[in-house]
């Protein structure tokens, strides 16, 4: 399973761009890479999802490099209620969900 | 109706007390999991079933066993609760019908918060 690594905790304030970087140095052939996000004291939702290049969906869009080596999330104008967790997972069966990345957005 | 149900959604029990906590999905997915999750540790992989007749260990298992009654029903057990075990419990589900591409979404229910005194 191809490991992860993003940062621990992320600031912003509201109107801001937030970019969320994960590394996946080991990230197989087949491997997708998959965003989900946490509000406190309920379950991950998906976000989004992609193999290579750009993808956009109404909640935020991903990009990867052609390496697949990273990939960034990326929330446009984010308010106070995108405060949550922020996972990036790896693989066919994306199963392993790490520490995630706390965003905290102030006013 | 909640695609994906826990119960019980509170549980307090006392050290080596048998508990189990039970999901159940009408999603109609062949795929189950079970999930803790700790303050600063994010979520852990407790089992996964792919369906039925399958049972796997995820990152965590020690202290835990499941039980997939049907393809509705998967039940995470602690045969002798400890303290450690206080955590938030989450039940997931997904499908990947043959000739998908990419990787499945996961649903998640609203978690089980288990206090193990």
């Known amino acids: 399973l191809a490991k992860t690594t993003q940062p621990i905790s992320m600031d912003s304030y509201e109107g801001q761009e937030v970019n969320i970087t994960c590394s996946h140095n080991?990230?197989?052939?087949?491997?997708?890479i998959t965003w989900y996000q946490q509000f406190p004291s309920q379950g991950p939702r998906f976000i989004i999802q992609g193999y290579k290049t750009k993808v956009t969906n109404e909640v935020a869009s991903l990009f990867i490099p052609a390496d697949r080596k990273s990939s960034t999330l990326s929330l446009p104008r984010v308010s106070l209620s995108d405060t949550a967790v922020y996972y990036c997972l790896v693989g066919v069966a994306a199963l392993i969900f790490g520490k995630g990345t706390t965003l905290s957005v102030s006013s | 109706d909640a695609d994906v149900t826990q119960t019980p959604r509170n549980r307090i029990t006392k050290t080596g007390k048998r508990i189990m906590l039970e999901c159940s999905q009408t999603?109609?997915?062949?795929?189950m999991y079970w999930y803790r999750q700790d303050p600063g540790l994010g979520l852990r992989l407790i089992y996964y079933s792919f369906d039925v007749k399958d049972i796997n260990k995820g990152e965590i298992s020690d202290g835990y066993s499941v039980s997939r009654q049907a393809q509705a029903k998967f039940s995470l057990s602690l045969e002798s609760a400890i303290p450690n075990q206080t955590a938030l419990y989450f039940c997931?589900?997904?499908?990947?019908?043959?000739?998908?591409?990419?990787?499945?979404?996961?649903?998640f229910g609203p978690g089980t918060r288990l206090t193990v005194l």
């Open positions: 997931a589900t997904s499908d990947f019908p043959p000739g998908t591409s990419g990787s499945e979404e996961q649903f």
């Open positions: 999603k109609g997915h062949d795929r």
């Open positions: 080991n990230i197989a052939t087949n491997d997708y």
